[in-house]
């Protein structure tokens, strides 16, 4: 079971910093991936970072504001967003994907990853 914390609000140009936890397996081994569905919007995929020290993905709209990284004492997947924007607003899911494909995270579709969290949302606003 996945779960996301550290949701909230903020306003423009601030930060906040999620976290993916697991309490019943390891996400080393597991690629996570970040996605969001704003209002009226599909979800998309944010960030993933893959397995055995694979790639990292940040879609256009967030690189240089946003980091992926992993915290192994606590077993949890961290999204620093910095410079957050109101199009940002969404509910934020993590999601884990595991075996070959894992390693590639990039590449993964997103119908591949196994494992949901329930999201946190994020509300930006002036």
């Known amino acids: 079971q996945l779960v996301e914390s550290g949701g909230g609000q903020v306003h423009p140009g601030g930060s906040l910093r999620l976290s993916c936890a697991a309490s019943d397996f390891s996400l080393y081994y597991f690629a996570i991936g970040w996605f969001r569905q704003g209002p009226g919007k599909e979800r998309e995929r944010v960030s993933c970072?893959?397995?055995?020290?694979?790639?990292?993905y940040y879609r256009d709209s967030v690189k240089g504001r946003f980091t992926i990284s992993r915290d192994s004492a606590e077993n949890a997947v961290t999204l620093q967003m910095d410079s957050l924007l109101p199009e940002d607003t969404a509910v934020y899911y993590c999601?884990?994907?595991?075996?070959?494909?894992?390693?590639?995270?990039?590449?993964?579709?997103?119908?591949?990853?196994?494992?949901w969290g329930q999201g946190t949302q994020v509300t930006v606003f002036p």
């Open positions: 970072i893959s397995s055995s020290k694979g790639p990292i």
């Open positions: 999601a884990a994907l595991g075996g070959p494909m894992g390693t590639m995270c990039d590449s993964a579709g997103d119908h591949d990853f196994d494992y």
